[in-house]
């Protein structure tokens, strides 16, 4: 979705929820906080601070400069084999526990205009058929890498996978919950926010890092990772486990 249909259902959520720029600001400075531990990111030693954050232009409101993905050229890669061959490979293995895809009725389109609710879509259907395959649910992910095109995206992402209530996304950030150390890890290479914007492939790379303890921003002992794609968008997420 371009920033301006973002920018209409951030509208929405915050006038009918509530939430607030700190709520999105902590999804940004969370994003950043973990980029400046990750090398490979392209805002490295790049702190954000409120104040920047408030005080930054305008791209479509409420949306500001840092409510939106980085534009990067990049390339990355993953190997899936079965669990059997997995064991003889080099590297230790990361499993794909569930998957699922969640697709509007004109799933042509990459707009959400198909359902009754536009808070509510794709990322809700792909949720359900997720937690239903899983032996584990959203109160047991360990960390999480949700797509951020948009910091926007994060609370309605929050509430799709079950970690709150409807309407809840926005507090739900509050506290430090997206940090390390909090209720739930977010996107700890930095994410599409700051690390790199590579269609959310970044995403499922940094899982693998967190399960095998290799990440720049290790969140001690997890074992189990949920990485999602888009929001109001077909999409798909799966979780993985170590």
């Known amino acids: 979705m371009p920033a ?11 006038h009918e929820y509530g939430a607030t720029r700190d709520h999105l600001f902590n999804v940004a400075l969370a994003c950043r906080n973990r980029a400046n531990q990750n090398p490979a ?3 490295y030693e790049r702190p954000l601070t409120r104040e920047m954050y408030m005080t930054s232009r305008w791209i479509s409101e409420p ?15 993953c190997v899936i084999v079965s669990k059997e061959r997995a064991r003889d490979c080099r590297n230790t293995p990361v499993y794909v526990h ?14 959400n205009y198909w359902n009754d609710d536009p808070l509510t879509g794709p990322a809700w259907t792909a949720a359900r058929h997720l937690w239903k395959q899983a032996d584990f649910g959203p109160h047991d992910v360990d960390v999480a890498q949700i797509y ?18 409807r309407g809840e996304g926005g507090a739900f950030t509050e506290g430090g919950a997206l940090e390390m150390g909090g209720r739930l890890p ?4 930095g994410g599409g926010l700051s690390e790199a914007y590579v269609h959310g492939f970044n995403l499922i790379n940094e899982g693998v890092k967190q399960l095998r303890g290799t990440s720049t921003a290790q969140v001690p002992d997890a074992s189990t990772c949920l990485v999602t794609a888009g929001e109001g968008v077909p999409t798909s997420a799966i979780l993985l486990r170590n």
């Open 63 to 77: 949306l500001c400069l840092f409510d939106n993905c980085l534009e990067t050229d990049g390339a990355l890669a």
């Open 186 to 189: 977010l996107n700890t290479s």
């Open 148 to 165: 951020d095109a948009f910091t926007a995206l994060i609370p309605l992402s929050l509430e799709g996978y079950g970690f709150c209530g």
């Open 4 to 14: 301006d249909e973002i920018a209409m259902l951030a509208r929405r959520y915050m």
């Open 41 to 43: 990111a392209m805002m």
């Open 98 to 111: 569930s998957a699922a895809q969640g697709l509007p009725a004109q799933h042509h389109g990459m707009v």
